[in-house]
């Protein structure tokens, strides 16, 4: 008897241990959120970094207003798909769009609701110079491919006819981890060059021509603010927030635009102007039409499933959709991030309408 | 230890008192105590190979679709889909190399000053401050790095390695000087590692028997000879015990090499150019992969980083055993 004891005792010793070597897998955090969701904790998200700012502000304004709690866990994008799919999770979120690939993995269709606009500014040490640096997106994509070296490169110079480019080396920065923001920065390179296109593409982590790659946005700006001639890119928020140099950006309309809250919002709303009416938002703002609108931005999104099987959540996330549609997006602005266009908001309402709670 | 096991305590009561309470001439509570820790310790090499056959199951599709290639080639393209680990495997080894380069004769100066030559009162001080540098977390010593590290490499440290020293005719200080580079990340594991190193170190010079000390100043040896002749080869494999914890932390470091190693994949003989390493390739990647070829290729490079882990634990551990058979350097 006492051996079967201790044998139970030795496998319940051998489970603890096989729990723990799941710990570093993004499947755990389906447990832990579950445990949770039983704890009052009406709704549970995980997925992308970027908005977590954004997202967790309107979690808490929404949980003050009407009492529901949403556990969101910023554990990536690739991991909220991941478990989006799994079914673990009620809405995952992302920075880019899920492939088809993705959305056939998941189990029933997935809508996409964007959220916030996300805008991707470029950095640059280059002392003396005080007024913006000029730059068009095939001069940013031949400089990231090594193929201008110097900062008086006459294409660069050609831009910037008042400023004296110093002759030094170009030292080209870009993110080490895998990043929403690498995402944009490459999907509009990829839109403006077509040698980008076809190598090293558009990704959230990329097989880079030339660089350094330093981790997080604070990386990638504490390299560039070291080092003389290293140019960079981070996110609009991160940027505005620490006061750094940022380019000017030719756009379709041949403007050259700086980045800003407002700039981000006009390229959502000129691409918003000619989406179809069947639209799925899985769409790429970068590049946008519209005067005024600063080409290095994108949507991030929510990603839900438009068939609840869950009517109780089902009803709670719904309301939630229309509460950040019309609330939250005010305070978008606060935290630096672009709120969605007019145009888009009434349109998003009725496709929140869309999702079915119902058996 | 050779001496036979002495017979435990309680025997066997032949008068039938309390027959229940005996088994073979052994309390119930010893089997049971017995069982239970033999239970717990098994748990170790079971959580171990559970690991390792769960990370090899992972990335068994990238292994099989690259085979050794993926050990040799250098091109790292999640958009295509074309995974090869070399520069992140150079990048491991070269890293915690310098590191210990950097790390041991130091740490050894600092464990043999504490425990032969600093006065009484300052032992226990700088010994704290040496444990001290242990527990601070990694990603301070990266950003550390970032602020202070980088800057000072890249000038003057740099340039009056390539240039004043006139380093840069060999092929391993060549290039421009900007900062984040395999240097870096050697510097700081080396910073990060001594405190292991020195801290055993220190621990095993102090168990050096006085004896060895007084027989040696007894044959007229000086205070350096003694250190030299009777001390560090006493303590010599104790001493490499605390190498092979220093390396294997090395090995493993992730976010501050993370910080200041430059994140390029590419073999390059110059310490000055960006490298990568493995533990730092699945700290960046792992996150936001969402394809299965992806995850599959970052669990492939987790294997080999096991497999290399325990290579080379191996041939440290067989160094110690080397070493201590011989244990020479015995005065008395």
Known sequence: ?359 | MSEPATAPAVVVHDDGDEPVLRIDGRAIGDRIYRWMIAGFALCIPLLVGLVAIEIAVAGWPTLRKFGVGFLTSSTWDPVTGDFGAAPAIYGTLVSSAIALLIATPLAIGVSVFLSELAPARLRRPMAFLVDLLAAIPSVVYGLWGIFVLLPVLRSPVMPFLRDTLGLGATPFFTGPAYGPSMLAAGIILAIMVLPFIASVSREVLMAVPRAQREAALALGATRWEVIRIAVLPYARSGIIGGIILGLGRALGETMAVTMVIGNRHEISASLFAPGYTMASLIANEFSEASSDAHLSALMAVGFTLFVITIVVNAIARWLVWQVSRGASGRVV
């Open chain 1, 1 to 359: 008897m006492n051996g079967r004891a201790l044998l139970a005792l030795a496998l319940g010793a051998m489970a603890a241990c096989g729990g723990d070597k799941r710990e570093p897998s993004s499947t755990s955090g389906s447990a832990t959120s579950a445990a949770r969701a039983g704890s009052g904790t009406d709704l549970t998200g995980a997925g992308a970094t970027f908005p977590y700012p954004i997202y967790s502000k309107w979690f808490a304004d929404y949980a003050a207003q009407t009492g529901v709690k949403i556990n969101y866990q910023s554990i990536g994008s690739g991991g909220g798909i991941r478990q989006l799919s799994e079914g673990t999770v009620d809405f995952g979120a992302s920075d880019a769009p899920m492939s088809d690939a993705e959305l056939a993995q998941a189990k029933g269709p997935v809508l996409h609701f964007p959220t916030v606009i996300g805008a991707v500014v470029i950095t640059y040490n280059l002392p003396g110079i005080t007024q913006p640096l000029k730059l068009t997106g095939d001069v940013v994509a031949e400089i990231y491919q090594g193929r201008i070296t110097k900062w008086n490169d006459s294409r660069i110079a050609a831009l910037n006819p008042g400023l004296t480019l110093p002759a030094s080396d170009v030292l080209v920065v870009h993110r080490s981890d895998g990043s929403g923001t690498t995402y944009i920065f490459s999907d509009y390179l990829s839109s403006v060059s077509p040698g980008w296109a076809k190598a090293p593409g558009k990704g959230k982590e990329l097989a880079w021509p030339v660089g350094i790659g330093a981790k997080g946005n604070e990386g990638v700006s504490g390299q560039v603010k070291q080092t003389p001639g290293a140019i960079g890119y981070v996110e609009l928020a991160y940027a505005k927030q620490n006061n750094l140099p940022t380019a000017a950006l030719k756009n379709v309309a041949g403007e050259f635009v700086t980045p800003s809250i407002a700039s981000a919002t006009k390229a959502a709303a000129g691409a918003a102007e000619k989406l179809p009416a069947n639209t799925d938002y899985r769409i790429s703002i970068v590049n946008a039409p519209g005067a005024g609108a600063y080409p290095i931005a994108s949507f991030t999104w929510l990603l839900v499933y438009q068939q609840q099987r869950d009517a109780v959540k089902g009803e709670k996330l719904k309301r939630f959709l229309h509460w950040y549609l019309t609330e939250g997006e005010k305070s978008a602005a606060t935290l630096d991030y672009a709120p969605l266009p007019d145009n888009m908001v009434t349109r998003l309402q009725a496709r929140a309408d869309s999702v079915r709670v119902s058996a």
